[in-house]
């Protein structure tokens, strides 16, 4: 009875159902409304990602979600013979696979709502200063991901979406308007406080608004309490029998 909004995405995607996570506050505002379902993969970059597509997204469904959120990019801006290059994607893939993940949930649902997320900007101190807590003296100098190659990949990732026709939230410009958003935003110089959670979480609710998706213009999946009589509670849900 409810539509499924399917989020789609990486580790940053996949934490968002923690404590103070853009996730879960996305599932409290469309609490009866729709739901939330989390499918991010921690470590996966758009490469790996489509091999999950016809798993996660079957063409053959009778029920497709009505929305999804697209949001990688972290990992494909590993930097190429640094410590995280195993995750490496090329600029130029990074945007055609994002191209061929929309054009799988199309073929999926025509009328599907699809938003691509920039990934968020890179402290590339706060990330120097997290491997240094995990691995101490044998920290690598060199940062695996830096903000200027990250930024790269945003562009593509809104440019492409200008292309699609798609709408998208530019993560990565957006958190940098702010004063103080490496440790107000980011909590290892690349994951998200919940601070940044909540930026994520505005800036969706913002785009779903935008479009037709908005929770508040969207009924409740049965009757809200007031609206139940006591004495004759069979009456309020008459139409969902119907």
């Excluded at 470590?43 to 999804?68: C, E, M, Q, V």
């Excluded at 191209?99 to 999926?108: A, D, G, M, S, T």
């Excluded at 491997?131 to 060199?142: D, M, Q, T």
């Amino acid at each position: 009875m409810r539509p499924r909004i399917v989020l789609f995405g990486d580790s940053i995607t996949e934490q968002s159902f923690r404590s103070g996570g853009w996730g879960a506050a996305l599932a409290d505002t469309y609490t009866r409304k729709a739901d939330i379902v989390n499918r991010g993969y921690g470590g996966y970059n758009t490469r790996w990602a489509l091999f999950l597509l016809h798993h996660l997204f079957p063409l053959d469904s009778t029920k497709p979600p009505a929305a999804a959120t697209v949001f990688f990019g972290a990992n494909d801006a590993a930097i190429l013979g640094r410590t995280s290059e195993r995750q490496y994607v090329p600029l130029e893939e990074y945007k055609e696979n994002l191209r061929k993940i929309v054009f799988h949930l199309k073929e999926c649902c025509p009328t599907m709502l699809v938003v691509l997320i920039t990934p968020p900007p890179v402290d590339e101190a706060g990330r120097k200063e997290y491997a240094r807590s995990v691995y101490g003296e044998k920290a690598v100098e060199l940062p695996e991901r830096t903000n200027e190659v990250t930024r790269l990949y945003a562009e593509q990732c809104v440019e492409l979406a200008k292309e699609m026709g798609l709408r998208s939230v530019d993560l990565w410009s957006k958190m940098q308007e702010t004063e103080g958003w490496q440790r107000k935003f980011l909590s290892d110089g690349l994951h998200l406080t919940s601070e940044g959670n909540a930026v994520v979480h505005q800036e969706v609710v913002r785009v779903f608004n935008e479009a037709w998706l908005s929770a508040a213009e969207m009924p409740y999946d049965f009757p809200h309490h007031s609206e139940i009589d006591g004495k004759n509670p069979e009456k309020a849900f008459q139409h969902q029998c119907l």
